[in-house]
């Protein structure tokens, strides 16, 4: 079986956060969007995990980090990695994709008004043993990002 994180229930920190403006959107309204997102996107065929967390500016001297990790507990093929941003502003997403064949990483910017972003993986990412999801905000004090990881198990 595989070992899957969802992250449906609650959503929690993801990545490091400066200073905040006076003015922030409204969090908990953006907590609900993702939460019910993702309440939807567990229900889709070939979903395998899902992920989600706040972001914040990043902080100039912040140390790289991997954010939300899932790992499985068998090599899965992995189809594609949609991002979700919730709350206003714009977003860094970093994905890491580790398998039994290497690693790849990369980072898009995504607006944040809820719609689905596709990240641009390499065709046939084949023997996925993890895959890391993190980011940050270009613009914005406060959102919600997510990832819904789709592919196969054996």
Do not use: Y
Not at 43 to 72: M, N, W
Request: glycine letters at 12%.
């Amino acid at each position: 079986m595989l070992a899957i994180t969802l992250a449906v229930a609650a959503v929690t920190p993801l990545g490091l956060s400066a200073c905040v403006p006076a003015e922030t959107p409204d969090l908990g309204a953006a907590r609900q969007e993702a939460n019910d997102f993702l309440e939807d996107a567990v229900d889709q065929p070939g979903v395998l995990a899902t992920t989600s967390g706040t972001v914040g500016p990043k902080a100039e001297d912040a140390p790289d980090e991997k954010g939300i990790t899932v790992t499985f507990a068998e090599t899965v093929d992995l189809d594609g990695v949609d991002v979700i941003c919730f709350g206003g502003g714009e977003a860094v997403a970093t994905v890491q994709v580790v398998s039994t064949s290497g690693g790849s990483s990369l980072s898009i910017p995504i607006p944040c008004d809820g719609e689905t972003h596709e990240a641009p993986l390499p065709d046939g990412t084949r023997g996925v043993t993890e895959v890391s999801v993190n980011g940050w905000l270009d613009r914005g004090s406060v959102s919600v990002l997510l990832a819904v990881l789709r592919g196969t198990a054996p």
